[in-house]
Nanobody, 116 residues
């Protein structure tokens, strides 16, 4: 089992920046692929960014060029740097993890991001 704890959410004005963090613990062999998802009220859950065990990344078209996913393996921490933020980025952001990048069975509790 993997435990994920997010932090770093908050409120920011359009054009501003935030950095989300997610600390993983437990069976880290099951969290070699990690991702950020988000869900806004009334909208479907959206994959925002993924980073694989080899460091390869993928991004949703809506955040390409603005968001950057990274991880610090020594700290078991995943990050999401969000720049040039837009009101449509407002959502609850979730850290997710899995052994492979095609499914993410482990979830954090989420952190709210509001852009006004």
């Amino acid at each position: 089992h993997v435990q994920l704890v997010e932090s770093g959410g908050g409120s920011v004005q359009a054009g501003g920046s935030l950095r989300l963090s997610c600390v993983a613990s437990g069976d880290l062999s099951s969290s070699r692929c990690m991702a950020w998802f988000r869900q806004a009220p009334g909208k479907e859950r959206e994959e925002v960014a993924v980073i694989g065990r080899d460091g390869n990344t993928r991004y949703a078209d809506s955040v390409k060029g603005r968001f950057s996913i990274s991880k610090d393996n020594a700290k078991n921490t995943l990050y999401l740097q969000m720049n040039s933020m837009k009101p449509e980025d407002t959502a609850k952001y979730y850290c997710r993890a899995g052994a492979w990048c095609n499914t993410f069975p482990y979830w954090g509790q989420g952190t709210q991001v509001t852009v006004s």
